[in-house]
């Protein structure tokens, strides 16, 4: 090989980079105007598992994926604007308001953040700006924000459209069964069976 092709091939072997997701050069990265993928564990969500169903088995839920990709936007004055899209998807298990038990819903985020030169610029832009802003760091920790986006995309009211145990219906043949009110006898409110607690006693028969 001559001397000009091996320095071809030694320059294109510095320009390779690897980046590393949990300790990223944001600020590199988005220059370099890459793209970055994979999957993630929902057991390395930790703060994201914790709102998860009790019950919920969180190695059989299916991993997560994202990628991220950096961009440059020109400006009329002054350096380029550093921009980061960030994209991710996955299926949780939450505990359904309506029924107690797990609710397996998918989630689906899609932000562009921008990343300026320190904590103190940040602070300025994103109280002036509907733009999600952040500081730019040599030690970025990319699933850190993967996570903060899929719990703010997080269910609120997480519920089965049809739950697996009809509690309207049991509540409705528990009143069907209660006793008549004899004869002159004033006739009292029924009582209202809580849902939840019908349905305690359901698991509790099964067990």
Known sequence: M???KRRFAYTAAMKARTWAPRKL?????IDSGET????LAVTELTRLAEGLAADADLTTLPPVHWSVTGRLVAQ?????????DLRGEGEFAWECQRCLSAVHLPVAIERCIRFVADEAAAAELDADSDDDVLAVSRNFDLFELLEDELIMASP???RHERCPTDVER???????????VGEGEAAAEPERKNPFA??????????
């Open 25 to 29: 050069d944001i600020g590199a990265f």
């Open 2 to 4: 001559g001397a000009s």
């Open 76 to 84: 009329r004055v002054g350096e380029p604007q550093r921009w980061l």
């Open 156 to 158: 609120i009211v997480p």
């Open 198 to 207: 019908i349905l305690a006693q359901l698991k509790k028969g099964e067990s």
């Open 170 to 180: 049991l509540m409705r043949d528990d009143d069907a069964v209660a006793p008549d």
């Open 36 to 39: 970055l993928s994979g999957e």
